[in-house]
């Protein structure tokens, strides 16, 4: 059994001890990222996830600039996985430029985009976009048609305060009709300035309860995303940590695809969401900003 077994495996349960030969962890505690353990010892590079972790609404997460200069300097590859909706990946670039985290579009991965990319797979051009009208351009881009009526898909996404009813009510004419509904995200909330604020689910599931038919979800924890991720940086499961605020959407989806799933104490973060896990996270870090020590601490106990 491999050392990687420790992160989701063995200590699958409270109870459970690591048993991997020189592995520091003993307790559920030290598991959950209070010590050192061993389920990074194959890690070799992260997906990370923006809202909540490099970002809490407009301002930055101290020292999450700092840790992603030091992923560059020790050479492990990363990709941004964001759920985030509202944006389009060159204006999501242009916020992490401006606050000193140079990525170009080409490091982060949204839900646009990939909804996008599966509806050309599909041979879809036309899709009604309940969307902002940044993210249209992802849309665009890709050859995708915004259309009103007889087209291909409906595509929801978090239109913040854009949503309304009559742009609802017309995706739920079509939807009832047979029209396919690709979800970006189902996020319940997030945390924005003023406070944790609706997402795209709770809108997703308005329409999925009108019209009585299921979304298609497209961004985490949809299995397909990650696997889309880690194909991006060319690396196996097993070999690639998630970096997350939400406790399911990130961790969980991240585990469930053969991934280690780091918790970070940032954003959306509860003690109420981690106690709702199915297994406990790889690691849960206080934030982004203490990666490198628990990285270049591991397994060293
Ligand atoms: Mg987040």
């Known amino acids: 059994m491999g050392k990687q077994a420790c992160a989701g495996t063995i200590m699958g349960a409270a109870d459970e001890k690591c048993t991997v030969t020189g592995c520091p962890v003993k307790t559920r505690e030290d598991w959950a990222g209070i010590g050192k353990g061993c389920g990074m010892a194959g890690i070799r590079g992260f997906l990370i996830d923006i809202d909540g972790v490099i970002s809490t609404g407009s301002d930055p997460v101290p020292g999450a600039a700092g840790t992603i200069a030091w992923l560059q300097e020790a050479g492990y590859p990363?990709?941004?996985?964001?759920?985030?909706?509202?944006?389009?990946?060159?204006?999501?670039?242009?916020?992490?430029?401006?606050?000193?985290?140079?990525?170009?579009?080409d490091s982060i991965l949204t839900p646009a985009v990939a909804a996008a990319s599966l509806a050309r797979q599909r041979g879809w051009s036309r899709?009604?976009?309940?969307?902002?009208?940044?993210?249209?351009?992802?849309f665009?881009?890709?050859?995708?048609?915004?259309?009103?009526?007889?087209?291909?898909?409906?595509v929801v996404g978090d239109c913040g305060k854009s949503f309304s009813y009559d742009?609802?009510?017309?995706?739920?004419?079509?939807?009832?009709?047979?029209?396919?509904?690709?979800?970006?995200?189902?996020?319940?909330?997030?945390?924005?300035d003023d406070g944790l604020s609706l997402s795209a689910g709770p809108?997703?599931?308005?329409?999925?309860?009108?019209?009585?038919?299921?979304?298609?979800?497209?961004?985490?924890?949809?299995?397909?995303?990650?696997?889309?991720?880690?194909?991006s940086l060319g690396l196996a499961p097993g070999e690639v940590a998630m970096i997350g605020d939400d406790a399911i959407s990130d961790v969980q989806g991240a585990m469930d695809a053969g991934m280690a799933g780091i918790l970070v104490r940032t954003g959306k973060y509860s003690p109420d969401a981690l106690a709702a896990c199915r297994r406990p996270p790889t690691a849960v870090l206080p934030s982004i900003a203490a990666l490198r020590e628990y990285m270049e601490g591991r397994g060293t106990g």
């Open 78 to 105: 990363f990709r941004f996985l964001s759920n985030s909706t509202r944006r389009s990946v060159q204006g999501i670039s242009r916020r992490l430029t401006g606050m000193g985290i140079p990525a170009g579009p």
């Open 127 to 138: 899709a009604f976009l309940v969307t902002t009208e940044d993210v249209k351009e992802d």
């Open 140 to 154: 665009l881009r890709a050859g995708i048609v915004p259309c009103g009526e007889a087209c291909d898909c409906i």
């Open 167 to 192: 742009t609802l009510n017309a995706a739920f004419r079509l939807a009832i009709a047979g029209t396919p509904v690709l979800a970006l995200e189902k996020d319940r909330y997030f945390r924005d």
């Open 203 to 231: 809108f997703v599931a308005a329409l999925e309860y009108a019209a009585g038919r299921q979304a298609e979800l497209v961004g985490k924890p949809a299995q397909s995303y990650f696997l889309a991720a880690l194909a």
